[in-house]
């Protein structure tokens, strides 16, 4: 089961939340008791947002062509994370 981030508007109340992906988002904040809860999408979402699509494709530089030859003459289990992070980062932006 995931674990859910959430926070009020109205008080601006943080808390996670351990549920089912079946589960309705909570709505009630159980700080102040007002429905403002709103789930705050994707823990990972900085670390997406820093290295958006645009920043790669602009930063195809010798620097980033020498380091990807590297990387996939090494070919270590750490590549293969990072291969799967780039994947995240596309179906975000689709999104
Ligand atoms: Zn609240």
Redesign the pocket.
Known sequence: MPTYEYR??????EFELFQSIKSDPVKE??????F??ERIIGMGGAVIFKGSGFYQTDYRSDEYKSRAKKESEIAKPETKDKKQEKKAEKSHAES
Do not use: I, M, Q
């Open positions: 009020c508007s109205e008080c601006n109340h904040c159980p700080s102040c008791g007002r403002s809860v």
